[in-house]
């Protein structure tokens, strides 16, 4: 309690002064019902003490009896009317509910609640009135089917809910295991027969993975797992546009008619694309048939993988001649820091003058291993610009870890391909804008979005589109890809560096740029 | 003014604001369970995901619906990047794919167009032509039945016309949703149809006035004048049917109805209380359906005796795969209670009740509230009421009580011969009777 002075003005101006024990707010709230513009403040002892001690006995014991007087008088009238409590606890609710469009319940009035209460009253209904009663643990089912239908309705394949099984393919992803085919899978959109289809992309084969020993390529679009079509969100898509087609005469009914019985057939022996990149990624020990559409061949081609675990080795180097460290890098996860570290203490110590990092078919990872490699590798800080929601940007800097302590200074070349993808191509181009290193190979893969993964407490996950990743002088790439400076076709090779012509080329762009 | 009441007014004042002060305070201490504080714990929950976001060392079992639902939809509200997230439509998926989790479906999302579609056809009335669209093994669209006394038929439209154009634009390629809402239309406005009529190889064209068009239910007649055959056909079970059945049978039992055949193919139900009033009119006694509750509670539904109003000639139910729910409930009452036969294939199959509830923003939800059973305790659902004469469904669209194509018809006057003791006769013969 404090003592407050008010200072209540009256409409003619006619100021009041008075003193109230009581909290501020509370009196300020009242003050302001009964329309008399108030201020009120703490009272200070001064004023207090004009005030005769009889007159502030007299004061305080009136204000305390009303203060009783008017609790009793409400609880009198809520007993007699056992229904006015109930309405009034409606009317609250209402109004709580309309307050996105007035700011009296607070908050933040900009949200709308009425999407928040549709979902509650309807999970409320499910579970008092469904025939089926839900039982405990069944409720992550209503859960699942919720989060998956509703980042469905995104329809960004990159934005999507996992089930713990899907989310466990996710983790162990990042502790470099690999299950099923051993490939990283992009989807992409593509037209196709004047459709805006999802398709199923090779990004890269794992070094060692059956995909790889199979001959699946880096562009493959995957058509068909064990015969059934790979389908996209839509799979009307093309249908409508047939009908569109015939509407505008550009198609008879005939051929509509034998379009549409195929197009049936297509879409009856069909498989999701989610569903069909959860079933090469799983682990299993049946053959998996794949039809895939490769860039420059007509026919489809037609490949079988035997599914096996693939570990991947995240980081190797070596040294190619006493001035030339070399390092590759195949997978962007924890291990991966420390590995290149490793590798710039030892090239520092065997005075090595200058660094190849080779980022072939490394499909990226995790950005915060991206930055320590570039840490490690670059003494320009500037990692990305990332554009965020809402028109929001962020400048992101690369990390020096302790491993390192300085980074390195002396010149780098980065090798890519068309594998290099996601958090890779972020690194490639943080090191060629940052320290002027040659790119050399070919065109990157064009995949700078930024995913976040939320795990959630039950094993499952969501993944999302968060952002794009900006070369740090605000170059976009996204399905354009990096164009190295030293343009070089930079096969898939398990050769080691020493007899390879690319590398060899790289050492030389080294030589070059230094000259 | 003397310095007395300087100090009166504000005193005065200050004892009117404590009284209210005390009486505010009632209220709040009173108050439990504000939407407010529901509200408010649940906005802090993101910050409670970011707890989550970590990987859990243990896996928690459950993932409860409405925290991870509101956690996901406002990170994607802040963070998603692709676009502006609509909560409406993104709310609205969420419920249908919660719903769908279930695997029941009759438990479904309605959005608010869709909500306002059934209701206008749950009070039985709206704007159009008045007739029932179907679509071929072509991708046609045809008339499948013009609705009595609708608009359609009586500008002559047929069932079986297979619709060309409307309003001279070929329809060829559309859905059948497309072509309903290009026939619809304000009321009094005119629509042309053009109609390919077999065995006509050149369309006709019917100008036909959109009008309010009633779903009449129920439609009867003397079928067969000499053997005092009568013959009623009960569309759906909505608030006018049962009202309309009352006449029906009170009009044929003018007429000294001595059979009646009741067909209820291509009805797919409507209200439990129609049926169960529909139903009190050919059972004598006992339930006519047996309601199970989620909770096991069985809540059989009794006949109506009120409703035993007319006579009872032997009787033929008339059913097919489109006779559903009610439906299925009278249909299965009378063979329980073998008060008539029933004729033609198994029945849909769909013993479960819904409850419909409407939600603040318009749309609503159908949820699948109970299960039914018949008098005899059987459940039907996803297997249908056996007839006990097969007669398989005529090959061709039919006209109302039409025997000549109506093979099921035929099929059904036999078997009601037989039960009144007369010679059954052949098809020919039985549409001589009638016309």
């Not at chain 1, 207090?48 to 409400?74: D, H, N, P, S, Y």
């Not at chain 1, 980022?359 to 990332?386: E, H, K, N, W, Y």
């Not at chain 1, 958090?423 to 930024?450: I, K, Y």
């Not at chain 2, 359609?152 to 439209?157: D, E, F, Q, S």
């Amino acid at each position: 309690m404090w003592y407050n002075a008010i200072e209540a003005k009256a409409r003619g101006g006619f100021r009041l002064i008075f003193m109230c024990p009581g909290f501020p707010d509370a009196v300020e709230i009242i003050a302001s019902g009964i329309r008399a513009s108030v201020r009120v403040r703490q009272a200070s002892p001064k004023e207090w003490f004009k005030l005769r001690i009889k007159e502030q006995l007299v004061i305080t014991v009136l204000v305390v009896a009303a203060m009783v007087a008017g609790f009793a008088a409400r609880s009198h009238v809520n007993a007699r009317d056992p229904e006015a409590r109930v309405l009034r606890e409606d009317t609250r609710q209402l109004s709580a509910y309309a307050s996105n469009t007035s700011s009296d319940a607070g908050g933040r009035s900009d949200v709308d609640l009425r999407p928040l209460e549709v979902f509650y009253s309807a999970l409320q209904h499910v579970r008092e009135d469904y025939v089926e009663p839900i039982q405990k643990n069944q409720e992550h089912e209503l859960t699942y089917g919720a989060l998956r239908a509703m980042l469905d309705s995104l329809r960004d394949p990159q934005t999507r809910f996992l089930e713990p099984k899907e989310a466990a393919i996710v983790e162990a992803a990042g502790h470099g295991k690999f299950n099923g085919i051993g490939a990283a899978l992009w989807v992409s959109r593509a037209k196709v027969s004047g459709a805006n289809e999802e398709q199923v992309v090779v990004e890269t084969t794992l070094p060692g993975s059956p995909a790889r020993k199979a001959g699946l390529l880096t562009g493959d679009v995957i058509t068909t797992v064990d015969g059934k079509n790979v389908l996209p969100y839509n799979p009307f898509a093309r249908v409508e546009n047939m009908i569109k087609a015939t509407k505008n005469g550009q198609l008879t009914q005939d051929k509509l008619q034998k379009m549409l019985e195929s197009e049936n057939e297509r879409i009856k022996n069909g498989i999701g694309f989610q569903k069909a990149i959860d079933q090469m990624t799983t682990a299993g020990d049946k053959e998996i048939a794949l039809t895939v559409s490769r860039p420059g061949v007509k026919a489809p081609v037609k490949i079988k993988v035997q599914p096996a675990l693939t570990t991947v080795d995240p980081v190797s180097f070596a040294k190619i001649n006493p001035t030339v460290g070399y390092i590759r890098v195949n997978l962007l996860i924890d291990p991966t820091k420390t590995g290149v570290a490793d590798a710039v203490a030892e090239f520092r110590k065997d005075g090595v003058k200058s660094i190849v990092l080779d980022l072939r078919d490394c499909p990226g990872g995790s950005f915060d291993v991206a930055q320590t490699v570039a840490g490690s590798l670059m003494s320009d800080r500037r990692m990305s610009i990332l554009q965020m929601a809402h028109g929001k940007q962020r400048s992101l800097k690369a990390n020096v870890s302790e491993d390192v302590k300085t980074p390195w200074t002396g010149p780098v070349a980065v090798i890519v391909n068309k594998g290099t993808a996601g958090t890779a191509e972020v690194l490639a181009a943080a090191v060629r804008d940052g320290v002027n290193a040659q790119l050399v190979g070919s065109t990157t893969f064009g995949d700078n979005l930024q995913q976040t993964y939320v795990a959630l407490q039950d094993g499952s996950a969501v993944t999302m589109t968060t952002g794009k990743y900006l070369t740090p002088k605000g170059g976009d790439y996204q399905n354009k890809g990096l164009v190295p400076n030293v343009v070089i076709a930079a096969p898939t090779t398990d050769a080691p560096a020493a007899n390879d012509p690319v590398v060899a080329k790289a050492v030389q762009s080294l030589a070059g740029n230094k000259g | 003014m003397s310095k007395r009441i300087l100090y009166i007014l504000p005193v005065l004042l200050l004892v009117a604001m404590a009284f209210f002060v005390g009486f505010v305070a009632q209220d709040v201490s009173a108050s439990h369970g504000d939407p407010r504080e529901l509200i408010a714990s649940i906005r802090l929950l993101p910050s409670r995901m970011e707890l989550l976001s970590g990987v859990p060392e243990k896996p928690q079992a459950e993932l409860p619906v409405l925290e991870t639902y509101h956690s996901v939809l406002d990170r994607l509200q802040s963070e998603y990047y692709g676009g502006k997230v609509n909560d409406r439509e993104m709310t609205y998926d969420a419920i249908r794919g919660m719903l769908a989790s279930l695997n029941d479906p009759y438990t479904r999302f309605l959005d608010p167009t869709s909500y306002k579609q059934m209701r206008e056809e749950n009070e039985g009335n709206f704007v159009g032509i008045g007739a029932q669209l179907d679509v071929n093994t072509k991708q046609q669209v045809y008339i499948k039945e013009p609705l009595p006394d609708s608009p359609a038929i009586l500008a002559g439209v047929k069932a079986g016309d297979i619709i060309l154009r409307v309003d001279n634009k070929p329809i060829a390629g559309l859905d059948i949703d497309q072509v309903v809402k290009k026939i619809r239309g304000a009321e009094g406005t005119k629509v042309r149809l053009t109609l390919l009529r077999a065995p006509k190889q050149t369309p006709v064209e019917i100008y036909i006035v959109r009008r309010v068009v009633e779903f009449r239910m129920v439609r009867s007649k003397m079928l067969d004048k000499t053997n005092k055959i009568g013959y009623v056909r009960l569309y759906g079970f909505n608030e006018h049917s049962d009202g309309q059945m009352d006449d029906a049978l009170t009009e044929l039992d003018r007429q000294k109805m001595k059979g009646l055949i009741l067909d209820l193919r291509q009805n797919p139900g409507g209200l439990l209380p129609v049926a169960i009033d529909i139903g009190s009119r050919f059972v004598e006694s006992g339930p006519i359906v047996i309601i199970q509750e989620r909770d096991g509670r069985r809540d059989p539904l009794n006949v109506d005796d009120s409703k035993h109003n007319h006579k009872k000639p032997p009787l033929v139910v008339l059913v097919d795969r489109s006779s559903a729910s009610a439906s299925e409930i009278v249909s299965g009452a009378i063979q329980d209670n073998k008060t008539g036969t029933l004729v033609g294939t198994r029945t849909f199959g769909k013993a479960r009740v819904q409850t419909v509830t409407a939600l603040v923003d318009g749309s609503a939800i159908a949820i699948t509230t109970a299960k039914y059973l018949t008098p005899k305790g059987r459940d039907i659902n996803k297997v249908g009421v056996q007839p006990d004469v097969q007669a398989d469904s005529p090959k061709t669209a039919v006209e109302f009580g039409d025997p000549k194509v109506d093979t099921q018809l035929v099929k059904a006057m036999n078997v009601l011969k037989g039960k009144m003791g007369l010679p059954s006769s052949q098809p020919a013969v039985a549409s001589g009777g009638s016309r």
